[in-house]
């Protein structure tokens, strides 16, 4: 019986034992895996952080506008210069109808000019409202202004005779100084917008990177 008892006993010894070693085998497992987990989250914040650099970097070495963009933009300034090309070409053939057409049918002609280019506005206008497109509700607002001014040429022709070519003339001028100066305000305007889009995604960039850096200080 005592051999029994002393069988028993160091049974639950080693049973304590391996008990206890089970459980240290767990926290082994368990801090190793923590470990792992630290360093793996090291290493992701690192490569964040690298990214980040490398995000900034691309942005300070890479100022300019995209060709994409820039095709736009030109695109739209080549577009307003034909336009504009149009309408000084047709104040053109304004003034040589004045040295060229009798009094009365050149009368008639400005009024039936007048006509058209009104027409020519509620299409465009009409167009611009059904496809939501600014570009066409600009134009169509230049082409009011002319059919307007186009209104006074009767007027002009009738009251002052003989500065009519003169008055058409500083008119065409002035359509042409608008539409370059526009072409100017498009190009400098889609810089600016660019320019200050790039400083945003830099101002998000630099703070994003501050976070990771303290985030691995942290660490």
Do not use: W
């Amino acid at each position: 019986m005592p051999k029994k008892k002393e069988n028993d006993v160091q049974k639950e010894i080693e049973e304590f034992f391996k008990d206890d070693e089970e459980d240290m085998e767990i926290k082994e497992i368990k801090k190793i895996r923590e470990d792992i987990k630290i360093e793996n989250t090291n290493k992701e914040e690192e490569n964040k952080k690298e990214n980040i650099e490398k995000m900034l970097q691309t942005i300070s070495n890479n100022k300019k506008i995209p060709k994409e963009i820039m095709k736009k933009v030109y695109s739209s300034i080549f577009g307003n210069l034909t336009v504009s090309v149009i309408i000084m070409a047709y104040l053109f053939f304004i003034i040589i109808g004045f040295f060229n057409i009798e009094k009365v049918i050149f009368e008639i002609d400005l009024k039936v000019f007048s006509g058209c280019l009104f027409l020519l506005t509620i299409i465009l206008m009409e167009m611009s409202y059904r496809k939501k497109n600014t570009r066409l509700m600009t134009h169509s607002i230049e082409c009011l202004v002319l059919s307007i001014t186009n209104l006074f040429f009767p007027y002009f022709y009738t009251v002052f005779h003989s500065r009519f070519t003169l008055i058409v003339g500083l008119i065409s001028i002035s359509f042409g100084v608008y539409y370059i100066v526009k072409s100017i305000i498009i190009f400098i305007y889609t810089r600016e917008k660019f320019l200050k889009r790039m400083s945003d995604v830099t101002e998000i960039l630099s703070e994003e990177y501050n976070k990771e850096d303290f985030k691995c200080q942290e660490v």
